[in-house]
């Protein structure tokens, strides 16, 4: 009887030894939603008064992404403006090398614009909490966030950006590469106008100077074929190199997944007299699982750059 008793302990001791060690995060690939979580109430306890969001990227997964990366980023002559990054995943390796080309600049604050995927809530929305990541917290600039709200320019809605990876899933990668930043979430309904949208790089400009760069978080063609999605991004390139925004903001999800959000980053390259890009790199989800089969997800990198 003394000798099951024992088992039993022990298999107990085991147990929670084991817990504990997913709670202490030691291995990342094995962290859970449930683990985030309890990190982020953690980490308000240490810091009080400040709200984080879970992050979208676990450590192994930032991991295994900058793996991917160039170890000879490319050099960009002159200031970065805008800068157009993808937000799926699997991209991740275009993800790296945009923002090694983005740190070299090191910009202070990184203002992300991108879609409202599920089209909730106000058409521009922001938010002041910050974003928990496996490099630490990335925290928002709160004035900025409280000015386009005072302005009616943008509205507050932490549960939509909590929600929300064009935000989420650039993140952990804007922390990384530029750990000092701050950062301007900005989400955009479907059906916000280029009028809008001017609006809102109105209300930016007396803070857009030297160390602040605009990221436009886009996803291209989606659901086609690889050689289908290539030949609509050969369409959607001539329409960007047109600077054609009738046209863009008439494209589907065939061409791209927020046009408004692409709009604003070639809007605000406009207005600092910009009308030529970079393109660092384009493919989309079947090349890069050399797959023929899949529906896939294309991908542009893009920078607007002032001599």
């Given amino acids: 009887m003394e000798k099951g008793k024992g088992a039993v302990s022990l298999l107990v001791i085991v147990c929670a030894a084991f817990l504990l060690l997913l709670d202490s995060g030691v291995g990342g690939e094995f962290r859970t939603e449930k683990n985030w979580a309890e990190a982020v109430r953690n980490q308000g306890t240490q810091n009080p008064g400040v709200t984080v969001h879970p992050s979208f990227v676990t450590q192994h997964e930032l991991s295994t992404a900058l793996a991917k990366g160039s170890t000879d980023p490319t050099f960009i002559d ?7 990054i993808p937000h799926h995943l699997v991209a991740d390796r275009l993800i790296v090398n945009a923002m090694a080309v983005l740190a070299q600049q090191e910009p202070r604050l990184v203002v992300v614009v991108g879609p409202n995927h599920f089209n909730k809530g106000g058409k521009i929305i922001t938010g002041v909490s910050s974003w928990q990541t ?3 917290i990335l925290y928002s600039e709160e004035n900025l966030v409280k000015h386009l709200i005072e302005k009616g320019l943008a509205v507050a809605d932490e549960e939509v950006l909590a929600q929300e990876h064009s935000i989420g899933a650039l993140v952990p990668f804007i922390k990384h590469f530029l750990p000092e930043s701050k950062l301007l979430p900005l989400v955009l309904h479907h059906d916000v106008s280029i009028r809008e949208v001017d609006a809102l790089l109105s209300g930016l400009a ?3 100077d030297e160390k602040v760069v605009l990221i436009a978080s886009v ?3 989606h659901y086609l074929t690889r050689s289908e999605a290539q030949a609509k991004d050969l369409e959607t390139l001539e329409v960007m190199r047109n600077f054609d925004y009738a046209t863009l903001l008439r494209l589907n999800n065939d061409y791209v997944d927020s046009p408004i959000s692409l709009a604003t980053a070639f809007r605000l390259a406009e207005k600092e007299g910009i009308r030529t890009f970079t393109i660092l ?3 989309n989800s079947g090349i890069i699982m050399q797959n023929d089969t ?4 294309s991908y542009f990198t893009l920078m607007f750059t002032q001599k």
Avoid: K, L, Q, Y
Avoid at 294 to 297: A, G, L
């Fill in 78 to 84: 002159g200031r970065i403006i805008s800068v157009v």
């Fill in 134 to 136: 496996p490099a630490g």
């Fill in 281 to 283: 790199d384009n493919t």
């Fill in 219 to 221: 996803d291209f063609s």
């Fill in 206 to 208: 007396p803070f857009m």
């Fill in 294 to 297: 899949i529906e896939t997800t």
